[in-house]
């Protein structure tokens, strides 16, 4: 979990007009370093961002200009991943090189909001941004200070490792694919299909999935299961993402996870089968 975490805070409404850079660097996920400066941005402040971050010309006095510091920003991002919350402070950096006609560092993306809205289900469609995640995973920080925000946006991909076992490179995938949590405007539950192999068999999905569940639902009704949305003594199939399977008893599982549990207790015949086991279930029915 190697990782430069990032942000940047302006003077105006001209997002090349940096004048606060943060930025921290974990290396197996612990952090290494830590790196704030102000910088002169050569450009007007706008009350409306000095009200926000409290920087005005006088706290950017003496500060360097952006190609003066462009060489440590090369040794920080160069070939790393680089997060940062939403795509601001990408676009920020971006034209500010161009301003000045430098070369854009050469690290790979990774936007902590993206990741936000695929991991946590509340975040999805609405309050994904840094403040909300931050107070939802109980995580206190000072908003607006360049370091603080790129610490923030590190804790979050931490964060978000550790609930889905997914590592970085997973996440460099799973954040161009579509955010698969279920909204109102769609229901998964869907009656199988009478000539699927698995016809009569009734499967219901739990935990975090790494395809869409709308998606996953249609897989599953092509080859015959009928998805329901809630678990019960007619439930056979319990789906069940694979990093939760391994997570320990009691409140990590969902609540589908610990009814179907108590029901196989009781007698039920539920199998619980991993997301990656269903995938090779479906690919298996499917080449038949």
């Not at 660097?25 to 910088?39: A, C, H, P, R, V």
């Not at 931050?134 to 370091?147: E, I, R």
């Not at 790494?210 to 639902?217: F, T």
């Not at 249609?218 to 809630?230: L, N, Q």
Request: net charge negative; proline share 3%; aromatic share 10%.
């Amino acid at each position: 979990m190697n990782f430069v975490a990032i942000d940047f805070e302006t003077a105006n409404a001209d997002i090349s007009s940096i004048c606060q850079i943060g930025l921290v660097i974990f290396n197996d996920g612990s952090l290494q370093e830590e790196w704030k400066t102000y910088i002169d941005p050569e450009d007007l402040f706008d009350e409306i961002n000095v009200s926000i971050h409290g920087i005005d010309e006088n706290k950017v006095k003496g500060a360097p200009k952006f190609p003066d510091i462009a060489n440590y920003l090369y040794n920080y991002l160069d070939d790393r991943i680089t997060v940062c919350h939403t795509h601001f402070d990408r676009v920020a950096l971006h034209k500010a090189c161009s301003k000045y006609g430098l070369r854009i560092p050469t690290c790979t993306w990774l936007d902590s909001a993206r990741v936000s809205r695929r991991t946590w289900e509340q975040c999805a469609y609405r309050g994904y941004g840094l403040g909300n995640v931050c107070a939802m995973l109980g995580y206190k920080f000072v908003q607006h200070d360049a370091l603080e925000d790129a610490n923030a946006a590190a804790h979050i991909i931490l964060a978000a490792i550790k609930k889905t076992g997914m590592d970085l490179p997973q996440w460099l995938e799973r954040v161009e694919q579509r955010i698969g949590f279920p909204d109102n405007s769609y229901n998964i539950s869907q009656d199988g299909n009478p000539d699927g192999a698995f016809y009569g068999e009734n499967l219901v999905f739990t935990g975090s999935l790494q395809i869409p569940r709308r998606l996953a639902a249609d897989m599953a009704a092509k080859i015959g299961f009928t998805v329901i949305d809630g678990v019960n003594k007619k439930t056979t199939i319990l789906v069940v993402g694979d990093q939760d399977v391994k997570k320990l008893a009691g409140h990590e599982k969902s609540s589908k996870h610990r009814k179907a549990e108590k029901l196989i207790a009781e007698g039920a015949q539920i199998r619980i089968l991993l997301e990656s086991d269903f995938k090779e279930l479906v690919l298996l029915a499917e080449t038949k």
